[in-house]
């Protein structure tokens, strides 16, 4: 059961980025399928996330921290090395 939610979420996941090589192909209808892609993803996303054991805020809290600590360090390391200039920015940006 695991294997074919988890093959359904890929394959979402696939016509979702096969949508977006429409100037590869020489014929863009090969392109197609990207509302499907979305409407399979996010399907089988809340049908994971409906069979979660642990507590909510548990559960968020540990997405939260695998999700925001490598956004933290490489924000980090982007303006260690001076690939952001936080001078010019003002707070309505």
């Known amino acids: ?13 696939m016509i979702i980025t096969n949508a977006h090589y429409t100037t590869i192909y020489p014929y863009p209808i090969l392109a197609s399928g990207g509302l499907l892609g979305d409407v399979i993803f ?12 642990d ?15 490598p956004v933290y360090i490489i924000t980090a390391i982007y303006l260690v090395l001076g690939f ?10």
Do not use: D, H, P
Request: charged letters at 20%; hydrophobic letters at 50%.
């Open 1 to 13: 059961m695991f294997f074919f939610i988890t093959f359904l979420r890929a394959f979402g996941a």
């Open 42 to 53: 996010f399907a089988v996303s809340g049908y994971c996330i409906s069979q979660i054991k």
């Open 55 to 69: 507590n909510f805020l548990k559960w968020y809290k540990g997405r939260v921290i695998r999700v925001y600590t």
């Open 84 to 93: 952001y200039n936080l001078k010019r920015w003002n707070m309505l940006e």
